[in-house]
């Protein structure tokens, strides 16, 4: 059953959002110290200051930490929820349109540990952080965890008869709006041939099919919608977001391509927003692996189930090499997860929130007013968001 109720849509904003950038190789820096960075650029540039702040929401590290390294002298309200960032979003929201809180300080930070990266493994201070307390990278037996969407792939390419291409266009598209992008990891321009020779991780999934790890932070400012209108920036309202999940969401369990979390996701959001695709100004599907961008255009309604890389194909603008839906909507056009960086929905949340308040530089889409967030991949994480501005 999925409910039509959304009694906060257009009560809460986010008022601002700022960003450190993303390296493959930030240097010495922690996890901490990129989330502080993060969160200071933000609150100067929306003109308050730590004694503002009576909320906290983020991921690594602790709310707690983050309030005492900050001077937050109080807050009435926190949580560490599970990523990706919409799930942060979601929390957020709540408690601003309940009154636990007026304004909300939320925060991700990406540190490489060492079962992302060689060099990271390599590195004594970064080996001890792994992914979690005692964690260990599944078993190749298994399709626990990310080889995961490698099977799922598989069947993808199989059922409906798909070439890679339609994967490497996604990549692509991630790589030609990254190199607009001067936060992005990954500016280097990449063609079809790069793509279909690249080093092939585990079969269909090459190298260029998954996120960059990488070093760096966002920070958000939300509060509610009438407090954001007196800040400096244009206020992006909180049109609907949601989570979604089905009974069995384990990745050697899902249904099929045609029933996991993305379909609930959809489902939810058509249900509590005004808007839906015909209306979006910009467009922000998870890209953590290309096959879940795939997905999530025929999911939302772009296409059919296996028809995206033929959608793809047809909305391809080659005098940019990247996706112009109708020729004018972009994708994630500050680079995605695939080049900007693995930020776990928080890159795509930040750059929606820029292109709605006209500071997205020469990636700007003109008068841009709506945008959807579709996060997270088929299992667990799906969720998703639409932001709108008066």
Known sequence: MISRRNPAKDR??????????????GGEVSAASLALDACVRV???????AADVDGIVGSTPSAAYMQSALGIPEITWFANPQIPFVNQLIAA????????C???????ALFRGPMFSRSAARDPFRRRSGFGAGS???PPETIAGAVGYTAWASRYLYEFGVGREALGRVAINARSNAMRNPGAAMRDALTMDDYLHARMIRWPLCLLDMDVPVDGADAFVITTAERAGDLPHRPVLVHAATLGQVAKNEEDQTPSLREHGQQVVVESLRARSD???DDCDVYFPYDGFSIITLNWFENAGFCGPGEAGAFIGEHWDDATNRILIDGRVPVNPHGGALSEGATQGS???????????????D????????????????FFNAQGCTLRVD
């Open 12 to 25: 809460v904003a986010i008022a601002n959002a700022a960003t450190t950038g993303f390296s493959r190789d």
């Open 43 to 49: 609150l100067r540039d929306t003109g308050l200051t």
């Open 93 to 100: 929201v709540g408690a601003v349109y309940s009154g636990h």
């Open 102 to 108: 007026d304004v909300v300080l939320g925060y991700h």
């Open 136 to 138: 260990v990278a599944p």
């Open 275 to 277: 808007f839906w695709i």
């Open 347 to 361: 890159g795509h949340l930040r750059e929606a929130v820029h292109q709605l308040q006209g500071r997205a530089g």
């Open 363 to 378: 990636r700007q889409v003109a008068d841009a007013e709506r945008a959807i967030v579709t996060a997270g991949g088929f």
